[in-house]
Nanobody, 120 residues
Framework: QVQLVESGGGLVQPGGSLRLSCAAS????????MGWYRQALGKQRELVAA???????NYADSVKGRFTISRDNAKKTVYLQMSSLKPEDTAVYYC??????????????WGQGTQVTVSS
């Protein structure tokens, strides 16, 4: 059974930094694109950043220059380094990955979500 487990959320003051991690586990053959989404209260879930297996990245305009996504393929882990945080970054952050399991079934997986609150 494949799982994505996130960690690293919390409360931070405006201008501060946080690092989110998301580790995949289970019977995994290969992991394609990994990414982070967020959903603020009353809003739709939106893509924050994504990284391909080869390391190509893309970011939402609202986080460019402040957030950095990276991944460690050997550890099956994706990270989101968030800096210069703003109150509008407050949301539940979800990890997402396209995973080919050992049975060669490809599907999207989601983490359980981690709360990030930016407030003074």
């Amino acid at each position: 059974q494949v799982q994505l487990v996130e960690s690293g959320g919390g409360l931070v003051q405006p201008g501060g930094s946080l690092r989110l991690s998301c580790a995949a586990s289970g019977r995994i053959f290969n992991i394609n694109t990994m990414g982070w989404y967020r959903q603020a209260l009353g809003k739709q879930r939106e893509l924050v950043a994504a990284v391909t297996r080869g390391g190509s990245t893309n970011y939402a305009d609202s986080v460019k220059g402040r957030f950095t996504i990276s991944r460690d393929n050997a550890k099956k882990t994706v990270y989101l380094q968030m800096s210069s945080l703003k109150p509008e970054d407050t949301a539940v952050y979800y990890c997402n990955a396209g995973i080919l399991d050992s049975g060669l079934s490809l599907r999207d997986y989601w983490g359980q979500g981690t709360q990030v609150t930016v407030s003074s």
